[in-house]
């Protein structure tokens, strides 16, 4: 979900809440405590140097129960960090704790945001010798009729 979508649903909520991937929800009185940009520059395992960009967004929760946060709050903290950091709209990124700290994508089902996982890869197969993985396709679909019958000549 990229920064835009968020400030988008965000003008639309009256509340917010968010999602963990196992269903659980974040408790009520969760922060944001940070609002970032996150860059990423390295070179992939082919040798190609790469960078790339997010916007960070930090849950926490505190044993504050009073202190809410509301949508437009987050907008405001969300505006500013676009002037202030100079935040483009990229993608965003949400750090929460949880055993440890995990990093996790956002998506929005209509009523909550969702902490979506993220996976690595590798961004050289090509390079490395990882093989691709062909497509599976159903042997049924191959036969066009000919083969594999009386007169198909296949045997």
């Not at 408790?27 to 405590?33: A, I």
């Not at 940070?34 to 930090?58: A, L, P, W, Y």
């Not at 700290?101 to 590798?122: H, P, S, V």
């Not at 050289?124 to 691709?132: S, T």
């Amino acid at each position: 979900m990229k920064l835009s979508q968020v400030k988008s649903v965000l003008k639309e909520l009256e509340t917010m809440g968010f999602r963990l991937p196992s269903g659980e929800l974040v408790p009520k009185h969760f922060h944001v405590t940070e609002v970032g940009k996150i860059s990423k520059h390295f070179i992939d395992c082919g040798g190609t140097i790469r960078n790339e960009e997010v916007v960070n967004f930090q849950l926490w929760n505190a044993n504050d129960y009073d202190h809410r946060l509301h949508p437009e709050k987050l907008l405001h903290i969300i505006e500013l960090s676009e002037r202030v950091l100079e935040i483009t709209d990229q993608e965003i990124e949400v750090e929460y704790q949880g055993d440890t700290i995990g990093k996790f994508g956002l998506d929005f089902d209509g009523q909550y945001f969702l902490l979506t996982r993220k996976q690595t890869d590798c961004l050289a197969k090509d390079k490395c010798g990882i093989p691709v993985e062909a497509p599976k396709v159903k042997s049924s679909t191959l036969n066009d009729g000919t083969c594999c019958s009386p007169n198909g000549n296949c045997c």
